[in-house]
Each structure stands twice: as C-alpha cells, then as structure tokens.
C-alpha cells in the first residue's frame, strides 16, 4: 500500500490529552488527532473541516527519542482590571480579584518521532503535496512548537511501516551496545493474537468531538549502527539514506 514518512522533532511538542482546561496534559508519542490536525493545517483546511479522506490513513509511529515531560506554569489576566480579563463562557466578567487563570501546560522536551502513514493513493498524494508545501506553519500540537526539521521525509508504494525498520534513527547510540530497543505504537494489531496494550480517546469528530481507539505498543530491538546522532549528523544520515 502507497504511504509517506514523517518526522515530528521540536525542542517542545504536546499532544494534547483529556483535559479540565486548568492542567493540560500531553501523550507521550503523537496522537491521531494531533496528526490529522497537521496535515489538514498543511492542506488550509478550518478546524471545522470533516477531513474524511484524511481519517483513511493509518499511523505507525516509531519513538526515536521519547524526551521528557516539562510543565509551563502560565497565568491569563493577572494585574488587569476585571474589564480587561477573560472572559466567562456565557460572555460575561468574573468577580474582582478573581480574573487571573491559572493553567499548567506540559509539553515533552527533547522528543523525535517518525512516523509511517499509509492509505489510498490519492489521499497520500494529497498529503505529501501539502506537507512539503504547507498552507499554514506547522506545529507539533501546539502553535508554540514548530518543528525544527523538515516534516515530509519521503513518499513510498512500498510497505512505509516495514521501512521504520531501517531509517536512521534521530538519537545517539548507546556505548558498547549492539542493538538498542525501540518502541513503536500501531494502530493495528501488529500480530492477529496480540491484545491492545491501550486506548486513547483521539479519533476526532463533527463538533470538536472525539472517540476512542485501541492502540499496540511493541519494542523492537534494532542494530545500533541505526542511531545517527542529533542535529547534522542525522540529517547527513537520513540523506544518505533516501538517495
């Protein structure tokens, strides 16, 4: 099945989890959503848009570097007279001295992911035109973390997922190791008797609305000549690669 290959790296990314909109969680990988969201930006799609060609593709994501997890503390209204602070959701001001809002927003730091996309032609075709041509900048789940390599990194009518296998991995190898153990996340089982190891509430839907799916975590471990470093050295790496 025809398919393209994306990598997600930023010094921040966040991809958002169930929230009560004072903490504002983050998934440890890329959601479906999350994904979804970046291509239809690409593509100059509104929020409201059904995207029902895009939910045809299926993800396969490898966890290159799984980061670590930090919180900005951040505050909306503070020092404002009760005019000029948020308003409520029925449009009207909260009582003095209660205006400022407090939330925590995590993010994961130092994270790099690539990620298999595989669906229709026509459908890839139309993502991987928009993704090397983005309408609109994109960002790794939020509008504060753009990504700090490029996001497309080829298209492919081979299996996309199988080559998650042999792509440099953006991460340092570990000394004296032969192998190293990624982890990958599937959408499909990856063998017909393996159990779901989670679900994630992040299928979107009309009205800002979400469902369910079950997600396969796998370690596979990997020659460690695979690990090309950071930086320059992986982008040497990969372009060595997909000549």
């Given at each position: ?77 503070g020092g404002y007279p009760r005019a000029m602070t948020p308003a409520t959701a029925d449009g009207k001001r909260r009582k003095e ?147």
């Amino acid at each position: 099945m025809p398919g393209l290959i994306l990598h997600l790296s930023a010094p921040w990314q966040s991809w958002g989890a169930p929230t009560d909109h004072t903490v504002r969680p983050t998934h440890q990988y890329p959601t479906r959503s999350g994904l979804i969201g970046l291509i239809a930006s690409a593509l100059g799609r509104p929020r409201d848009f059904a995207n029902t060609d895009l939910n045809q593709l299926t993800y396969t994501v490898r966890v290159d570097r799984a980061g670590h997890r930090e919180m900005d503390f951040h505050t909306i209204g503070g020092g404002y007279p009760r005019a000029m602070t948020p308003a409520t959701a029925d449009g009207k001001r909260r009582k003095e001295g209660e205006g400022t809002l407090l939330t925590e927003r995590w993010y994961l730091a130092d994270a790099a992911f690539t990620v298999a996309a595989t669906g229709p032609a026509n459908v890839i075709t139309l993502a991987s035109e928009a993704l090397a041509a983005p309408v609109y900048a994109p960002y790794l789940g939020r509008r504060s973390c753009p990504p700090d390599t490029p996001l497309l990194i080829r298209t492919t009518d081979n299996d996309p997922a199988a080559e998650l296998h042999r792509m440099p991995l953006h991460a340092n190898a570990p000394r004296g190791a032969d192998t190293v153990t990624v982890k990958f996340i599937h959408e499909t089982a990856p063998e017909p008797s393996a159990h779901p190891t989670a679900t994630l509430r992040d299928i979107p839907g009309p009205g800002r609305t979400w469902t369910s799916r079950d997600i396969w975590e796998t370690h596979v471990n990997l020659p460690a000549s695979l690990c090309a470093g950071a930086g320059t050295d992986w982008i040497n790496a990969l372009t060595s690669y997909t000549r």
